[in-house]
Structures are given as structure tokens and as C-alpha cells.
């Protein structure tokens, strides 16, 4: 495998990182209106994703960073491409970044309202923009000849692409579900378990469709054959059934397990169907952007393989350490406020 | 000529949003670079002394920086997206150099700064004493290492090294050549002695506020102390660090300094002006009036009182020679005021950190009521320093946006028009002064309440940062 496939790779495994991870922080934030019952419950939501969804994040900072080095052709296309989309969702993610820190620091109902909905809206419209925009790379976008966007924001929207970001957020609401089926207690445990279950089978079907429709554009878009996205296709579906069937058999972890299985999945999928394009051009075939029409120099590449080699295993330890430290559940106090 | 006004409209917008957004993300920045450290110095002094005033300033301070880190993240994302949003043509132009850094950035300091200052905020009960104190000082040391990387990446808009043109694309020949640049390795000094300046400056400003109103004047006693054994030495060095950064950039980039000080022949023995009214462009380079110390800017640009410093027009004229006829010259006028916003700004913090000290030495910083006042005042100065400073550093590069090989007016997205640039200029500036106003208000909340051991709740040393 030369570096630009590597590269790609990578790529594919950072955004797949941010699915898995800040996919489940995305889907408690977009259930806070709904499942608490009351403040202290809000707070046992906040508090189980606190410290970690900044961790979480860094995997996007550093898919976009990894990309802008390796691929800066693509980058600049897509960024500049998706402006409209791209602008959606860092007002969510920056309203969102600052409910954490702000929601909690004032006990005016009315602050705490609008800093649990700024967090509810801005996870729902960022999983929506993210799962449309990753989807448009392989459904196609009007670019020209020198590899610039030429449509407007409303090309975006396709009835596949749509159908993408639907099943993206519907995949991390239930991802995280079942995050919180693991980090909670008594009656908010039960509700979240009934949540879970709720939402697996809609979550199911969406992402199962998604997929097989991948899969056909793919073929039909991309000039792939069925296999091998057919795959990592066929077993995202399979992960999410048995997410459907662990869910409703209270199988918390199994269940959990498999949301993100399913959301990596999703990632892995879309990637193996774009290979060896990272952009499809609707306008004309030809001009779409590929790995090695879009990569950086193999001096760049090889000096990058070395950082990531030395430092993805250390943030994969001392991430993973963090989820061991704050592995006990949260109980809602009846004092908290 | 139509499509000319367009296209420079264009840059405008895109140069307006990026300024606007950078300088916003920046007053942040130095606040979490600065303010850091000095809550890691308070809770090692508990963690060694045991003396719960020290908890009580980690707790407090502590609240105080998460408030602001929330902005600076969210609003450092909008940074990395924006040169491929709105300069596309520059990001495949660096990208095989400026990209690296960027991404090496994310990989070696922001995973330990996230990760890390969560398990800070949550870790309270959680992990061993000495453990906990260990998860702030690496956060901490995350976010330097960013502000270093994030450094490295601008040196080579101002200073390109480490690079061949292939195809008309930059490409890294040496990662030593660009880690070590000189450029940049000045760039993170000046950067960490502003930090530090800032967060010091904010610290002294909230303890005085406290004094000046007579409340829990005995702990923030200990928090004016620390402030100031940080803030007087590195306040007064950043001066001397800054004017000695101005004989590098001298050296590789003498637009700027000409321009900073709206020197149009090349001279020696050069006056540097305190102040000057007219005397901003090359029909009028006679100033009608201005207050002048002899042999100083030469001292300054050069290390020597006799040096040479290169006039504007002489550069303008030697520049169209090398790239072909245009003009050169940055924004001289704003340039030359913001230069001395920055030098004036940081020559008051560190005057006012002189008499602090000097006052909290005879003991007399809490009962000098009037300058309590004026230290409360005073946080604003390094702020402002900081966005003078940036302002000099990145419109004294103009018109290039990589210095002698890609000029900004050439370096936009195509494809993004007045439209999209109009709507998204607009949502940041509007969703940036309501952060801005609600920081203000959570941060005065906050500054003014009791330094506390515990949470609202009682729990002992679990702090109110959680959620």
C-alpha cells in the first residue's frame, strides 16, 4: 500500500473515530429535550458525556487537519465547496462546544433552557449536515474542470443524500441510548432502555437503507462493482439488527457495542465506495477528484506517517483511559439543581 | 471592470471575516495559554502546602478559564475550516507544507489538552491528588504545544522555508527546516510571553477588584502575589523580546517594519516617532507634525543606532523589479498605528505591574483604592496588545498571503461569491457579540463571587467547573 492509499485510509478511520465517538455525545445531546424529566436528570446527561465529548471532537479537528496535509486538493474542494453547509455546522458545534461550559454556571430556568436546546439543536444539525455533506463526496457535486465547486447549497440535498443524513442521526441517537443505557441508573435507566429500544428499529431501517443505497450509487455514480462495498455494507446492517435485537433483549453493552459498530460502519462504507476518487464531479466524470490527483507530496505524507505513528497510539491509550476513570454510572441527585 | 470591484470586494469579505474570526479566537487564546499555568501553580502550591486558600484560587480561577476555553474552542474550529472555506486556492497552494503542522497540531496537542482537561474538570474525586495536579499540567502543556504547531504554520505565510515550487505548489523539502524556523520560534516566544502576560494581567485584575471592594482580601492576596511574580518579569521582557523579534522580521520581511513605521526612504541613523499625523503615503511622506527620538528605530530594526533601515518606496520599487510591476505596499497607516497600539498597550501593563509590585511590596496594593481601579482596568490593555499585534503581524504581510509567493488577492475560493460570504460574515459577527456579551456577564458573575472549597452542594473538593 503506498502512502496516498494509507493516507486515505486514515482519513476514513479519523472521521470513522468521530462517528463511534462523538456520534454517541451527538445522540445525548439530541435526546435532552426528550428524556429527562426533570433538571437533575438534564444534569446526569451533561455530566456523562462531560468529560469526554471535547476529547470526542478532536477526532473531526484532526480529520480535517489530517486532510487539509494529505489531501489538500480535496480539502480545498470540498470546504470551499460546502461553505453554506460547512457554516451550518459550526454554528451548531460552536453553540453546542459552549453549552457545556455555560449551561451549568447560572440557575436562571430560563439560561438552562436555552443552553440544553442550544445543545439539543446544534448535535441534531450537525449529525444531519455531516451525514448529507459526507454522502454528497460519493452522490457527486457540480465540479469543474480545475476542481472547483460550481452548484449552489441546495444541490446538496438529494433524496439519497437526505436519506444519509436522516439515518446518521437517527444512528447516533440511538448510539447514544445506549450510551446513557450504560451510565445511568434506576427509573432514567428503564427510560433510556425504553428509548433505545424505540429508536433502534427506525435507526435500523434508515441506516439499512442508506447502506444498500450506498452501495448502488456506488455502482452507479462511482464506477465500482458491487464488491467490496457490498461488505462493509452488509455488515453495518448486520451490526444494527443485532443492535435492534440486543437493545430489546437488554443487552446494554452488546447494544452499544453495535450502535457503534454501526456508525463506524456507515464511515467505512462510504469510504470503500468512494476508493479510488475522494470527490465524484456530477458535471463530468473525469473531472472528479481522485487519492492521487488530490494528494500531498510523498515527502509530506512520510513525515505525517511518522507523527501518526507515534502519537495514535498514545491518544488511543490515554483516551481509552478516560473512559476507564469515568466508567461508573451517574446517579440523578435529588439535590442537584 | 465590473468583475475587478467584484473580485476585490470578494477578498475583502473573505480578509474582514478571516480578521474578525482570528482576532475573536485570540482573545481567548492568550488567556488559556497564560491562565493555565498560574492555576497549575496554585493547586501544586496546595498540593504541597496543603493550605486550602491555594484550593480555593484553583476553584476559582479554575471556573473562570473553563468559561473562556469553551469559546476558544468552538471558535478555533471556525479557524481550521476557513482556509478551505474561503482561501482555497492557498490551501492547495501550502497545503503540502501548511497542512502538516496543522494536522500534527490535532494529533500531538489538542487530543492532550481536550482529553486531559476533562479528566481535570471531572477528575476531582476520581483520581489521586497528585495524579489529578498531573492532568492539568500536561492540558496545559497540550495547549502550548498547539500554540507552537498553530506558529510553525503561520511562520511559513511570513517567512516560507523548508520548501521547493513543483507544479506552482509548495511542497516540504525539510520539516526541520519549517519546525525550526526562526520566524516561528520567535513568533511562540512572543506568543507565550503575551499569554502569560494576559492571563497574569487577569488575575491581578480580578484579586484588585476584589481589594477595591474590600472582600476576601487575605486569599487574593496570595493570587496578586503569584500574578505578579509572573507578570513583572514576563510583561517587562516581552518588550525587549518584541522589539528584538522586530530585527528578525527586519530582516525577512522590511515591508513590514517600514511600514510600521511609515518610513519611505531607506535612512540611517533612522528617528523612531512616538506619534505623527500625516506622513501615510508616498505623495505626503513629510508628517505635519510628530514627536521623535532620535537614532531609535534604526536601534530598534537593526540592534545598532547608525543601522540602515529600508524606506517603503524603495522596497516598493525593488519588489516590482523582482515580482513584476504592482504595488507592494501594505496598509501603511493602520500598520503604524497598530504597531504602537501593541508596544503602547504592553509598555502600560508592564508599568502598572511595576507599581503593583512595588505596592504590594509596602502593602499598600489593597488600600490604594484608585489604582485597584485602574489594575481592574488595566486587563483589557493585553488584549488589546494582542489584536494590535496580530493586526501589525498579518496586514503588514499584505498584499502577499505567503510572503513573495502568493499574493491574498489571488489566493480566495472562486467559487465562494459576495452571497455566501455576505451570510456567513454576518452569523459570526452577530453569533460572536452574543458569546461575547454572555461571557462578559457569566465572566463578571463569576469574578465577583467568594473563592469557595467547595461546590454549592458542600462536596468538598468537588468544584463548581463540573456541570
Given at each position: 500500500?503506498?502512502?496516498?492509499?494509507?493516507?486515505?485510509?486514515?482519513?476514513?478511520?479519523?472521521?470513522a473515530?468521530?462517528?463511534?465517538?462523538?456520534?454517541?455525545?451527538f445522540?445525548?445531546?439530541?435526546?435532552?429535550?426528550f428524556?429527562?424529566?426533570?433538571?437533575?436528570?438534564?444534569?446526569?446527561?451533561?455530566?456523562?458525556?462531560?468529560?469526554?465529548?471535547?476529547?470526542?471532537?478532536?477526532?473531526?479537528?484532526?480529520?480535517?487537519g489530517?486532510?487539509?496535509?494529505?489531501?489538500?486538493?480535496?480539502?480545498?474542494?470540498?470546504?470551499?465547496?460546502?461553505?453554506?453547509?460547512?457554516l451550518?455546522?459550526?454554528?451548531?458545534?460552536?453553540?453546542?462546544?459552549?453549552?457545556?461550559?455555560?449551561?451549568?454556571?447560572?440557575?436562571?430556568?430560563?439560561?438552562?433552557?436555552?443552553?440544553?436546546?442550544?445543545?439539543?439543536?446544534?448535535?441534531?444539525?450537525?449529525?444531519?449536515?455531516?451525514?448529507?455533506?459526507l454522502?454528497?463526496?460519493l452522490?457527486?457535486?457540480?465540479?469543474?474542470?480545475?476542481?472547483?465547486?460550481?452548484?449552489?447549497?441546495?444541490?446538496?440535498?438529494?433524496?439519497?443524500?437526505?436519506?444519509?443524513?436522516?439515518?446518521?442521526?437517527?444512528?447516533?441517537?440511538?448510539?447514544?441510548?445506549?450510551?446513557?443505557?450504560l451510565?445511568?441508573?434506576?427509573?432514567?435507566?428503564?427510560?433510556?432502555?425504553?428509548?433505545?429500544?424505540?429508536?433502534?428499529?427506525?435507526?435500523?431501517?434508515?441506516?439499512a437503507?442508506?447502506?444498500?443505497?450506498?452501495?448502488?450509487?456506488?455502482?452507479?455514480?462511482?464506477?465500482?462493482?458491487?464488491?467490496?462495498?457490498?461488505?462493509?455494507?452488509?455488515?453495518?446492517?448486520?451490526?444494527?439488527?443485532?443492535?435492534?435485537?440486543?437493545?430489546?433483549?437488554?443487552?446494554?453493552?452488546?447494544?452499544?457495542?453495535?450502535?457503534?459498530?454501526?456508525?463506524?460502519?456507515?464511515?467505512a462504507?462510504?469510504?470503500?465506495?468512494?476508493?479510488?476518487?475522494?470527490?465524484?464531479?456530477?458535471?463530468?466524470?473525469?473531472?472528479?477528484?481522485?487519492?492521487?490527483?488530490?494528494?500531498?507530496?510523498?515527502?509530506?505524507?512520510?513525515?505525517?506517517?511518522?507523527?501518526?505513528?507515534?502519537?495514535?497510539?498514545?491518544?488511543?491509550?490515554?483516551?481509552?483511559?478516560?473512559?476507564?476513570?469515568?466508567?461508573?454510572?451517574?446517579?440523578?441527585?435529588?439535590?442537584?439543581? | 471592470?465590473?468583475?475587478?470591484?467584484?473580485?476585490?470586494?470578494?477578498?475583502?469579505?473573505?480578509?474582514?471575516?478571516?480578521?474578525?474570526?482570528?482576532?475573536?479566537?485570540?482573545?481567548?487564546?492568550?488567556?488559556?495559554?497564560?491562565?493555565?499555568?498560574?492555576?497549575?501553580?496554585?493547586?501544586?502550591?496546595?498540593?504541597?502546602?496543603?493550605?486550602?486558600?491555594?484550593?480555593?484560587?484553583?476553584?476559582?480561577?479554575?471556573?473562570?478559564?473553563?468559561?473562556?476555553?469553551?469559546?476558544?474552542?468552538?471558535?478555533?474550529?471556525?479557524?481550521?475550516?476557513?482556509?478551505?472555506?474561503?482561501?482555497?486556492?492557498?490551501?492547495?497552494?501550502?497545503?503540502n507544507?501548511?497542512?502538516?503542522p496543522?494536522?500534527?497540531?490535532?494529533?500531538?496537542?489538542?487530543?492532550?489538552?481536550?482529553?486531559?482537561?476533562?479528566?481535570?474538570?471531572?477528575?476531582?474525586?476520581?483520581?489521586?491528588?497528585?495524579?489529578?495536579?498531573?492532568?492539568?499540567?500536561?492540558?496545559?502543556?497540550?495547549?502550548?504545544?498547539?500554540?507552537?504547531?498553530?506558529?510553525?504554520?503561520?511562520?511559513?505565510?511570513?517567512?516560507?522555508?523548508?520548501?521547493?515550487?513543483?507544479?506552482?505548489?509548495?511542497?516540504?523539502?525539510?520539516?526541520?527546516?519549517?519546525?525550526?524556523?526562526?520566524?516561528?520560534?520567535?513568533?511562540?516566544?512572543?506568543?507565550?510571553?503575551?499569554?502569560?502576560?494576559?492571563?497574569?494581567?487577569?488575575?491581578?485584575?480580578?484579586?484588585?477588584?476584589?481589594?477595591?471592594?474590600?472582600?476576601?482580601?487575605?486569599?487574593?492576596?496570595?493570587?496578586?502575589?503569584?500574578?505578579?511574580?509572573v507578570?513583572?518579569?514576563?510583561?517587562?521582557?516581552?518588550?525587549?523580546?518584541?522589539?528584538?523579534?522586530?530585527?528578525?522580521?527586519?530582516?525577512?520581511?522590511?515591508?513590514?517594519?517600514?511600514?510600521?513605521?511609515?518610513?519611505?526612504?531607506?535612512?540611517?541613523?533612522?528617528?523612531?516617532?512616538?506619534?505623527?499625523?500625516?506622513?501615510?503615503?508616498?505623495?505626503?511622506?513629510?508628517?505635519?507634525?510628530?514627536?521623535?527620538?532620535?537614532?531609535?528605530?534604526?536601534?530598534?530594526?537593526?540592534?545598532?543606532?547608525?543601522?540602515?533601515?529600508?524606506?517603503?518606496?524603495?522596497?516598493?520599487?525593488?519588489?516590482?523589479?523582482?515580482?513584476?510591476?504592482?504595488?507592494?505596499?501594505?496598509?501603511?497607516?493602520?500598520?503604524?498605528?497598530?504597531?504602537?497600539?501593541?508596544?503602547?498597550?504592553?509598555?502600560?501593563?508592564?508599568?502598572?505591574?511595576?507599581?503593583?509590585?512595588?505596592?504590594?511590596?509596602?502593602?499598600?496594593?489593597?488600600?490604594?483604592?484608585?489604582f485597584?481601579?485602574?489594575?481592574?482596568?488595566?486587563?483589557?490593555?493585553?488584549?488589546?496588545?494582542?489584536a494590535f499585534?496580530?493586526?501589525?503581524?498579518?496586514?503588514?504581510?499584505?498584499?502577499?498571503?505567503?510572503?513573495?509567493?502568493?499574493?491574498?488577492?489571488?489566493a480566495?475560493?472562486?467559487?465562494?461569491?459576495?452571497?455566501?460570504?455576505?451570510?456567513?460574515?454576518?452569523?459570526?459577527?452577530?453569533?460572536?457579540?452574543?458569546?461575547?456579551?454572555?461571557?462578559?456577564?457569566?465572566m463578571?458573575?463569576?469574578?465577583?463571587?467568594?473563592p469557595?472549597?467547595?461546590?454549592?452542594?458542600?462536596?468538598?473538593?468537588?468544584?463548581?467547573?463540573?456541570?
Amino acid at each position: 500500500m503506498n502512502l496516498q492509499n494509507l493516507w486515505f485510509v486514515l482519513v476514513g478511520v479519523l472521521w470513522a473515530g468521530y462517528f463511534l465517538l462523538e456520534g454517541f455525545d451527538f445522540g445525548v445531546g439530541m435526546l435532552l429535550p426528550f428524556l429527562p424529566r426533570n433538571e437533575s436528570e438534564r444534569t446526569v446527561m451533561f455530566e456523562s458525556i462531560g468529560p469526554v465529548w471535547d476529547g470526542n471532537e478532536v477526532w473531526l479537528v484532526v480529520a480535517g487537519g489530517a486532510t487539509f496535509a494529505a489531501f489538500p486538493a480535496w480539502y480545498a474542494t470540498m470546504f470551499s465547496g460546502f461553505y453554506i453547509a460547512l457554516l451550518l455546522v459550526l454554528v451548531c458545534l460552536i453553540v453546542r462546544v459552549v453549552s457545556f461550559e455555560w449551561r451549568s454556571k447560572a440557575t436562571d430556568p430560563r439560561w438552562r433552557t436555552f443552553w440544553t436546546w442550544a445543545n439539543a439543536v446544534g448535535s441534531f444539525g450537525a449529525s444531519l449536515v455531516w451525514g448529507v455533506g459526507l454522502a454528497n463526496l460519493l452522490n457527486g457535486v457540480p465540479i469543474n474542470a480545475s476542481g472547483d465547486f460550481t452548484g449552489t447549497f441546495w444541490d446538496l440535498f438529494r433524496p439519497y443524500t437526505v436519506v444519509a443524513g436522516l439515518a446518521v442521526v437517527l444512528v447516533f441517537a440511538f448510539h447514544g441510548a445506549s450510551y446513557l443505557t450504560l451510565k445511568t441508573t434506576g427509573d432514567f435507566l428503564e427510560r433510556s432502555m425504553r428509548t433505545a429500544r424505540r429508536l433502534s428499529i427506525p435507526a435500523a431501517l434508515v441506516a439499512a437503507a442508506f447502506l444498500v443505497w450506498t452501495v448502488v450509487v456506488a455502482v452507479d455514480r462511482n464506477d465500482k462493482s458491487v464488491f467490496p462495498p457490498v461488505l462493509p455494507a452488509a455488515l453495518g446492517i448486520a451490526a444494527m439488527l443485532l443492535a435492534v435485537l440486543f437493545a430489546a433483549r437488554r443487552r446494554t453493552g452488546w447494544a452499544f457495542a453495535m450502535t457503534g459498530l454501526g456508525a463506524v460502519l456507515i464511515v467505512a462504507t462510504l469510504f470503500t465506495s468512494l476508493y479510488p476518487r475522494v470527490m465524484v464531479s456530477s458535471t463530468d466524470f473525469s473531472y472528479s477528484l481522485t487519492v492521487s490527483s488530490t494528494a500531498s507530496a510523498h515527502y509530506t505524507l512520510a513525515v505525517m506517517s511518522v507523527v501518526a505513528l507515534v502519537c495514535t497510539p498514545l491518544v488511543l491509550l490515554y483516551q481509552g483511559w478516560t473512559y476507564h476513570v469515568f466508567r461508573q454510572r451517574i446517579s440523578a441527585s435529588p439535590t442537584a439543581t | 471592470m465590473t468583475v475587478l470591484v467584484l473580485a476585490s470586494t470578494v477578498v475583502d469579505l473573505a480578509r474582514a471575516q478571516f480578521a474578525t474570526t482570528s482576532v475573536y479566537h485570540f482573545f481567548f487564546v492568550p488567556l488559556t495559554l497564560g491562565l493555565g499555568p498560574i492555576i497549575v501553580a496554585f493547586q501544586t502550591m496546595w498540593h504541597r502546602t496543603g493550605d486550602e486558600k491555594w484550593l480555593r484560587l484553583t476553584h476559582f480561577f479554575g471556573t473562570l478559564f473553563l468559561i473562556n476555553f469553551a469559546i476558544g474552542v468552538a471558535t478555533g474550529l471556525v479557524q481550521e475550516f476557513q482556509f478551505g472555506m474561503n482561501w482555497s486556492v492557498y490551501s492547495r497552494f501550502v497545503g503540502n507544507v501548511f497542512g502538516a503542522p496543522l494536522a500534527i497540531e490535532g494529533l500531538a496537542s489538542f487530543f492532550l489538552e481536550s482529553t486531559f482537561l476533562g479528566l481535570w474538570i471531572f477528575g476531582w474525586n476520581r483520581l489521586s491528588p497528585r495524579l489529578h495536579l498531573a492532568t492539568l499540567w500536561i492540558a496545559v502543556l497540550g495547549s502550548w504545544m498547539s500554540a507552537y504547531f498553530i506558529l510553525v504554520a503561520n511562520s511559513f505565510m511570513q517567512d516560507p522555508v523548508g520548501y521547493k515550487l513543483v507544479n506552482g505548489e509548495a511542497h516540504l523539502t525539510s520539516v526541520w527546516a519549517l519546525l525550526s524556523s526562526t520566524w516561528a520560534l520567535y513568533a511562540f516566544g512572543h506568543t507565550i510571553f503575551a499569554g502569560l502576560t494576559t492571563g497574569a494581567a487577569v488575575v491581578l485584575g480580578v484579586s484588585c477588584w476584589h481589594f477595591a471592594r474590600g472582600r476576601n482580601v487575605e486569599v487574593f492576596r496570595s493570587a496578586a502575589k503569584v500574578a505578579l511574580i509572573v507578570l513583572v518579569p514576563v510583561s517587562c521582557v516581552n518588550l525587549w523580546f518584541g522589539s528584538h523579534f522586530g530585527i528578525v522580521v527586519e530582516e525577512l520581511q522590511p515591508m513590514k517594519i517600514a511600514a510600521s513605521e511609515a518610513q519611505w526612504q531607506t535612512c540611517t541613523h533612522c528617528p523612531f516617532s512616538l506619534f505623527q499625523i500625516g506622513g501615510f503615503s508616498s505623495s505626503s511622506p513629510t508628517p505635519s507634525f510628530s514627536i521623535e527620538i532620535p537614532g531609535m528605530l534604526s536601534y530598534l530594526a537593526t540592534g545598532s543606532f547608525s543601522g540602515q533601515v529600508q524606506g517603503l518606496d524603495n522596497l516598493n520599487q525593488a519588489y516590482a523589479q523582482q515580482f513584476g510591476p504592482g504595488n507592494y505596499l501594505p496598509p501603511v497607516e493602520v500598520i503604524y498605528w497598530a504597531m504602537r497600539g501593541m508596544a503602547y498597550a504592553g509598555s502600560l501593563v508592564a508599568l502598572i505591574a511595576i507599581i503593583g509590585a512595588v505596592l504590594f511590596w509596602k502593602r499598600r496594593l489593597e488600600k490604594w483604592r484608585w489604582f485597584c481601579w485602574v489594575a481592574v482596568a488595566g486587563t483589557a490593555l493585553p488584549f488589546l496588545a494582542c489584536a494590535f499585534g496580530w493586526f501589525l503581524t498579518e496586514m503588514g504581510r499584505q498584499p502577499w498571503i505567503v510572503q513573495g509567493l502568493l499574493q491574498t488577492a489571488k489566493a480566495n475560493s472562486p467559487n465562494v461569491g459576495t452571497t455566501w460570504l455576505a451570510l456567513s460574515l454576518s452569523v459570526f459577527v452577530l453569533l460572536y457579540i452574543a458569546l461575547l456579551v454572555a461571557d462578559f456577564w457569566l465572566m463578571r458573575r463569576y469574578a465577583e463571587r467568594d473563592p469557595k472549597a467547595t461546590d454549592d452542594h458542600g462536596a468538598t473538593t468537588a468544584p463548581a467547573m463540573g456541570y
